[in-house]
């Protein structure tokens, strides 16, 4: 397997997003299910009208199939979407990789961070978790969300960030790509 690694780069850390993201999709299941139920039950009672008896059918395939839509974009592809996703420290970069077999990074150079900034909803501080604002020397920020244990997290960023800066006389590392 490829590294995409400069040398000298080692990773420090390597995590996703805080699984409480996946309760969303969770809920998203149950309201699909209940309402496939609903469906199913409504179109097979007796006390429908004729025409809905004879097209109930059609109705039920029509209705199922917009429901297997339905739990498709609001189930299955969010929590395939955090399964693939990570974010990485390492001795040189913050990155953010997304996808299983084509990966797209986006990464920010730790010495061109000038801010680090968290922001924290009430939720996300009851369960440490919290969203990563990286500002570069251009004035671009870049938003990493939903991160666990956030205050470890940007302790060891600052940490890389700080003790990088005399890192790069050489300047090997570009400008970031990811902003």
Request: charged fraction near 15%.
């Amino acid at each position: 397997m490829r590294s995409h690694y400069v040398t000298g780069e080692h990773l420090l850390v390597r995590t996703r997003a805080h699984p409480s993201v996946l309760v969303k999709p969770a809920w998203n299941l149950v309201l699909w299910a209940a309402g496939a139920g609903f469906l199913a039950g409504v179109l097979s009672s007796y006390v429908l009208p004729e025409f809905l008896r004879t097209s109930a059918p059609t109705l039920t395939t029509i209705g199922l199939g917009l429901i297997a839509i339905g739990v498709f974009l609001t189930v299955v592809r969010p929590v395939w979407q955090w399964f693939v996703s990570r974010y990485e420290i390492t001795t040189h970069r913050v990155a953010h990789k997304l996808g299983a077999l084509a990966v797209k990074r986006h990464w920010v150079a730790l010495h061109s961070l000038v801010s680090l900034q968290v922001q924290q909803t009430r939720r996300q501080r009851r369960r440490g978790s919290g969203d990563l604002h990286l500002m570069n020397a251009r004035g671009q920020t870049w938003i990493l969300p939903n991160i666990p244990k956030i205050s470890e997290f940007q302790t060891l960023v600052d940490m890389e960030r700080f003790g990088s800066y005399g890192r790069y006389s050489n300047g090997s590392l570009s400008e970031s790509r990811g902003l």
